[in-house]
């Protein structure tokens, strides 16, 4: 908690109080608040995050560029929540390609995403954002179970078709197939996955997709037939959030965390 006196009038409303804080070159995060102790009196303005601290989270660094994100899309899924919840986060880059000494005493996986939570590190992209919905409900993002694996066999079916050497192997109308059933299902209840509203789902299939359209269209030179136009509406308006810009991995990245998978 910082806190930062001021000279204020009892009267002094606590919207004005934050002006004043601003006005002074402190500029209040997102996700602070201003509460004036004791009410009504001369008093010390403390400027207090509604309830933490930033969150640590350990994410892939980036193999193509000093000090980035790279290219996990469970990270970005994670990364996304925090976003979309205006939790402020503290991001710790790993190298997985020699994984310290510290990251591996705190995730004896060696797997990224981790979040420490409570004191403790939670692995598991499912199990974070869970945890992140159940933890910090506003705004809501958790979906109905029954649209929660909407589009959910698009990337397991995306890396048979990348990793396949037979184009008459069958690998391409699987993907093809699943990507027809999420047009219809778009078409009928979109923009979004859960209708108006970004949710969890979205933020959970948004970075496989991103990583479907750059590891296709670089190795295999295909992209989303124009036939399902709302799958790539889709892409589009997921891509071009302001959440998602901010963490999206380098195309490079991308290309290369794929091609160990392209070579089999
Ligand atoms: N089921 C996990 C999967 C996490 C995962 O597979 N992460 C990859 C990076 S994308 C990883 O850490 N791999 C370890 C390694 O490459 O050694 C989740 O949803 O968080």
Same mark, same amino acid.
């Given at each position: ?154 990337? !397991?079916? *995306?890396?048979?078709?990348? %990793?396949?050497?037979? $184009?008459?192997?069958?690998? +391409? &109308?699987?993907?093809?197939?699943? =990507? !027809?059933? *999420?047009?219809?299902?778009? %078409?009928?209840?979109? $923009?979004?996955?859960?209708? +108006? &509203?970004?949710?969890?789902?979205? =933020? !959970? ?15 295999? &030179? ?43």
């Amino acid at each position: 908690m910082s806190t930062t006196a001021l000279r204020i009038q009892p009267s002094t409303t606590t919207t004005a109080i934050s002006s004043a804080i601003n006005h002074i070159g402190f500029t209040l995060p997102r996700n602070y608040a201003v509460f004036r102790r004791p009410r009504n009196r001369n008093f010390t303005v403390s400027a207090t995050a509604s309830s933490f601290d930033p969150l640590q989270i350990c994410v892939k660094a980036s193999v193509t560029a000093p000090n980035k994100l790279g290219d996990c899309p469970f990270c970005q899924r994670v990364l996304l929540t925090m976003e979309e919840k205006h939790l402020p986060y503290d991001m710790k880059l790993v190298d997985l390609g020699n994984k310290p000494e510290w990251f591996l005493k705190l995730s004896p996986e060696g797997k990224v995403p981790v979040v420490k939570l409570d004191e403790k590190w939670v692995p598991d992209s499912d199990v974070i954002t869970q945890a992140l919905e159940e933890k910090y409900p506003d705004p809501v993002l958790g979906v109905p179970p029954e649209k929660s694996s909407v589009g959910s066999k698009i990337f !397991s079916t *995306f890396i048979g078709f990348l %990793k396949s050497k037979d $184009p008459s192997d069958g690998t +391409e &109308k699987a993907l093809l197939d699943e =990507l !027809s059933s *999420f047009d219809n299902y778009i %078409k009928e209840n979109g $923009p979004f996955i859960n209708g +108006e &509203k970004v949710s969890s789902a979205d =933020l !959970s299939l948004g970075p496989k997709l991103y990583h479907l359209e750059i590891a296709l269209g670089h190795y295999k &030179k295909w992209a989303v037939p124009d036939s399902l136009p709302y799958v790539k509406s889709y892409m589009k308006t997921i891509f071009s959030l302001d959440s998602f810009i901010k963490t999206r991995a380098l195309p490079e990245d991308v290309i290369a965390g794929w091609r160990p998978k392209v070579l089999g």
